[in-house]
């Protein structure tokens, strides 16, 4: 199985129903995974929530939603009960709020709107000057004028890096239909806490933001087809084979990830050094893949302090391509790597189990 594929489909949740879930797939390998949790509101619903007590410990203030309570960071002058419109921007640890923002986006396949940011711009991953101009003519054309882009708070807008391959038309038919979008949760004149707009599941997600050139397959039982069942099966397991007899545990404890690497029998002088950048070069795959985030302690494969340069350009290079924020805060006093990375997702461990009986 060659290139990229996106293939959609649905797995059973155990209890009688569904759950949307999609995989990635480059050259039959799984790189991205994405599956719906009914249990939590999805990141990007948008609510009007209504303001209950601050927390000046934490600088931020509670709010009341329609499907419990968030918490809202680094918020002046808000007063209880005060209406306001947030975004959930992540899932709740156990035990904790919502994470919700002010700074509302709109997102969708080939643009942004983001109110309260006014201007047009264009991805600057599109270099090619003449494409520029003919995204921005379309976008001036629909977006420029509309009441949106106007007043005292004006929107701006973001045309994503999809724009390069796609159709005039069928840019100018998203703007368009983002524009109408916002315009009208932006405009709702409600005053109770409310969800104004449902965050997009897996499968929106996936048309959203995964490469526009890869092959869609979506129906039913499309997971078993194309084997995509039995490598979600493999992702369920901590071990993570690294070519050879190197092995990586990804383990999950309540306080942090831990990555053990190990050699197998290859006792070789330049074993550990093998298995420690085979490790650091599959790791965001795997974090990403399994959800994980938080603090993660790397306990590597024995190597010479020689050896620690050549392992930290190796890691710096392969979180360099992956989207979610993470610090390599670097060697702990007894030999251990160790990182923060953004709690981007739920962790799938406990979601895979339910899904896969």
Known sequence: MKGLQIVLDHLPDGQGGEVEVAAL??????????????????????????????????????LRTPEGNGFLRQIKGMKPGEPLLVQVTGYAEPGKALPLTQRILFKSRYAIITPGAPGINVSRSIRDEELRVQILEIAHEIFAGDPLAQGDDPAGL??????????????????????ALASQVLGDPGK????????????????????????????????????????????????????????????????????????????????????????????????????????????????GKKDRRQFETSLRAAFRADATETVLAGWTPLGNYELQRKRARLPLGPILGTLLG
């Open 25 to 62: 797939l480059e050259d039959g390998r799984l790189s991205d995974l994405l599956i719906d949790d009914t249990n939590q509101p999805r990141p990007g619903t948008i609510y009007r929530g209504i303001c209950d007590r601050p927390v000046k410990g934490q600088g931020g203030i509670f």
């Open 158 to 179: 973001i045309l994503r890096s999809a724009c390069a391959t796609a159709d005039p038309d069928d840019v100018a038919e998203d703007i368009a239909a983002m524009v």
């Open 192 to 303: 109770d806490a409310e969800v104004l707009l449902e965050g997009p599941g897996p499968h929106e997600l996936a048309w959203r933001d995964w490469p526009a050139e890869a092959d869609v397959v979506q129906r039913k039982g499309a997971f078993a087809d194309l084997g995509v069942d039995d490598l979600l099966e493999r992702l369920a397991r901590p071990d993570v084979g690294l070519g050879g007899d190197a092995s990586m545990f990804v383990e999950v404890t309540r306080a942090c990830v831990a990555v053990d690497v190990n050699t197998g029998a290859d006792n070789g002088p330049a074993s550990g050094l093998r298995a420690n950048i085979a490790a650091a070069k599959d790791l965001p795959r795997q974090l990403r893949l399994r959800g994980l985030g938080g603090q993660i302690f790397l306990d590597l494969a024995p190597m």
